[in-house]
């Protein structure tokens, strides 16, 4: 099983990105799937899931801005975030909600949103 994040980087506040997990060694089309962060000293939170059938999920810290959405024929997950503030700065990860705890985690892709 494994999980690789992309598409990280440094933009200016109320800019946009858009981040791509792949997945593989699991049957990801029957998956759901989620995407976390984590800012330093803070624990891991979710933001955003997706169901095998599409129906997505946000905290109410990122609903509105972000949107996530899957290819599964890519085994792909993505997370396109808009309108970025600085408290989303953080090291973005993907896993499977129902089983983060036997999927190893990804090395995660870093966000920084200067202000």
């Known amino acids: 099983v494994q999980l690789v994040e992309s598409g990280g980087g440094l933009v200016q506040a109320g800019g946009s990105l858009r981040l791509s997990c792949t997945a593989s060694g699991f049957m990801f089309n029957i998956n759901t799937m989620g995407w976390y962060r984590q800012a330093p000293g803070k624990q891991r939170e979710l933001v955003a899931t997706i169901t095998s059938g599409g129906t997505s999920n946000y905290a109410d810290s990122v609903k509105g801005r972000f949107t996530i959405s899957r290819d599964n024929a890519k085994n792909t997950v993505y997370l396109q975030m808009n309108n970025l503030k600085p408290e989303d700065a953080a090291v973005y990860y993907c896993?499977?909600?129902?089983?983060?705890?036997?999927?190893?985690w990804g090395q995660g892709t870093q966000v920084t949103v200067s202000s």
């Open positions: 896993n499977r909600p129902m089983y983060s705890n036997r999927t190893p």
